[in-house]
């Protein structure tokens, strides 16, 4: 399985981008996709999940309200639309997915994913 993600790039604090996934290699079973993040000097944490079944989302704290997690019309594909942009939110940006099924508590944790992404730059100026 093979993530691409794209759609990073520098941006003044306030602004959006859209961040795109797409899967390749194994389409079927998908149990979720996500983003998480590093930060240089920092852990890499979660952002945002969705699941497959029920499309339920998933966001960590501090980008509730701002960023919105959908699925794709495509199969296999996740987006993350990213406003109200802070400076804090300067990482590069990972997609990941899971084919495994997961209880709810473990969708923030970065082990119950299998696949993860190259990673896209997002530099929020101030």
């Known amino acids: 399985v093979q993530l691409q993600a794209s759609g990073g790039g520098l941006v003044q604090a306030g602004g959006s981008l859209r961040l795109s996934c797409a899967a390749s290699?194994?389409?079927?079973?998908?149990?979720?996709m996500g983003w998480f993040r590093q930060a240089p000097g920092k852990e890499r944490e979660f952002v945002a999940a969705?699941?497959?079944?029920?499309?339920?989302?998933h966001y960590a704290d501090s980008v509730k309200g701002r960023f919105t997690i959908s699925r794709g019309n495509a199969k296999n594909t996740v987006y993350v639309q990213m406003n109200s942009l802070k400076p804090e939110d300067t990482a590069v940006y990972y997609c990941?997915?899971?084919?495994?099924?997961?209880?709810?508590?473990?969708?923030?944790?970065?082990?119950?994913?299998?696949?993860w992404g190259q990673g896209t730059q997002v530099t929020v100026s101030s």
């Open positions: 969705i699941r497959w079944s029920g499309y339920s989302t």
């Open positions: 990941v997915a899971a084919w495994r099924r997961m209880v709810l508590s473990s969708i923030s944790s970065s082990s119950a994913y299998d696949y």
């Open positions: 290699g194994r389409t079927d079973g998908v149990y979720a």
